[in-house]
């Protein structure tokens, strides 16, 4: 008799491309092959099957093979349960290796209907030892992508059932006395199928972050970037509002030469704002062993204007009191007097502080009080600037605030990977790009 069925609620496994590879060999008793049918039936109505979800493939073999219905044949599960009792065994041998190479090149494919970015699961159902090697082709399977759960009846050999299954055996390896019990592994399978993790195995099209959950994936973008329409990629944010501050270090270890290059560097973070009186506002601080304000937040009100001001800054040269920057920056330039707008209105204000050598006064009280006030702090060294001090600096999570260079000709790098934007409801994010790296020494944390 037929074991209980073990339909349950239908999973939400995500996409899926599923193929049955069920053995008909001759040695499979009529009753045994009817168990085996409906224990097919039973696995299928417990998945959430179409062309946008699960798509199922039967092929069954012996000495020869015989594909019933390919991935891309029925869309509704009516139609693949009507397909699965049509099947009329093909009671021969039992050439396991070449059915399995006939779905990793047949089965698994685009005119078939295999999907790209979807899981391949194959069951492999066999009641006895293959005829032929299963080794070598089981192996060039699954380096393919295809993940092989083998399931032993009775007369099967537990060493071939090793052979064709993915790791880790415990997973993708089952092994029963009868046919009546192979029901036990369709709970077991239906379990692991919800319970894939696409972003894990790569099974996604997200352009920045893959959320998981069992069987199924959304895409979120980094902090900075909105999601488009197609719930898959990101465009950047250029039209957030935000006060940002920058503090120059002008000391005479910069150099003249290498000044210009700071102003450039300057310019270049300007280009990746939307700057406007409503929009973003950017005031410009220089110190070395005095501290002077270039522009304040509400001097100008375009990219053009601010850009020119910043090739006008002169060069101060003598010391690097970095601390008495800070002081100035929370004491001055985030006044509404200044042009910082009320911090009622939730608009984010950031500090950045580029320097090139060790500060030659205290920083860590106004670096302290800075954040304390609500200004995220990001600090950008270059030179002989020093790991501990740019870390008081910089707000948390430190790895993702400040950044060193061992040179100045490097600093056009950073500015071209150092988006300062903001999307509406989140918190202001550097975004970095892999190429950064290349040009860049990253202070490891």
Do not use: W
Not at 292 to 302: G, I, V, W
Not at 312 to 337: I, P, Q, R, W
């Amino acid at each position: 008799r037929f074991p209980v069925s073990f339909v349950r609620q239908k999973c939400k496994s995500g996409p899926v491309d599923l193929v049955f590879l069920i053995d008909s060999s001759r040695s499979v008793r009529p009753h045994e092959f009817e168990t085996m049918r409906k224990f097919m039936i039973d696995i299928l109505s417990t998945l959430d099957i179409g062309l946008n979800a699960t798509r199922v493939g039967v092929v069954q073999y012996s000495s020869q093979l015989r594909n019933e219905f390919s991935l891309k044949t029925h869309a509704k599960l009516d139609a693949m349960v009507k397909g699965i009792n049509e099947i009329i065994p093909l009671a021969q041998g039992t050439m396991t290796g070449l059915a399995i190479k006939y779905i990793m090149n047949s089965a698994f494919i685009a005119e078939e209907g295999d999907r790209p970015q979807v899981p391949n699961v194959a069951v492999i159902v066999t009641d006895g030892r293959p005829q032929d090697r299963v080794a070598e082709v089981a192996a060039e399977a699954r380096e393919k992508g295809i993940e092989i759960y083998a399931v032993g009846v009775a007369r099967a050999d537990m060493a071939s059932l090793r052979a064709m299954a993915s790791p880790p055996f415990e997973d993708h390896v089952f092994l029963v006395e009868s046919f009546d019990l192979i029901h036990q592994f369709g709970l077991q399978f239906q379990d692991k199928l919800c319970a894939i993790d696409l972003c894990a195995e790569g099974k996604h099209d997200c352009e920045q972050i893959c959320i998981s959950a069992p069987g199924v994936f959304t895409c979120d973008c980094n902090e900075g970037y909105t999601l488009n329409n197609d719930k898959k990629t990101c465009t950047p944010c250029k039209s957030a509002n935000i006060d940002l501050v920058l503090l120059i270090d002008g000391s005479k270890s910069v150099r003249p030469q290498n000044f210009e290059l700071v102003k450039k560097f300057v310019n270049q973070v300007v280009d990746s704002l939307d700057v406007s009186a409503h929009g973003t506002r950017v005031g410009l601080v220089q110190y070395s062993s005095r501290v002077r304000t270039e522009f304040p937040l509400n001097m100008y009100h375009t990219a053009e204007e601010i850009k020119a001001a910043v090739m006008k800054v002169d060069y101060m040269e003598k010391g690097t009191m970095t601390g008495l920057a800070l002081k100035h920056m929370l004491e001055n330039s985030f006044l509404e007097s200044e042009g910082a707008r009320p911090s009622s209105r939730n608009i984010p204000r950031i500090g950045l502080v580029f320097t090139d050598g060790r500060s030659q006064d205290d920083i860590t009280e106004y670096a302290k009080k800075a954040k304390e006030a609500g200004i995220t702090m990001y600090a950008v060294g270059v030179g002989k600037a020093v790991e501990d001090e740019l870390r008081v600096i910089a707000s948390e999570p430190q790895e993702k605030h400040f950044y060193y260079t061992t040179d100045f000709t490097a600093i056009s790098n950073i500015a071209e990977n150092l988006k300062l934007n903001v999307c509406p409801g989140t918190r202001l994010k550097i975004q970095t790009q892999c190429t950064m790296h290349r040009a860049v020494s990253h202070l490891k944390v």
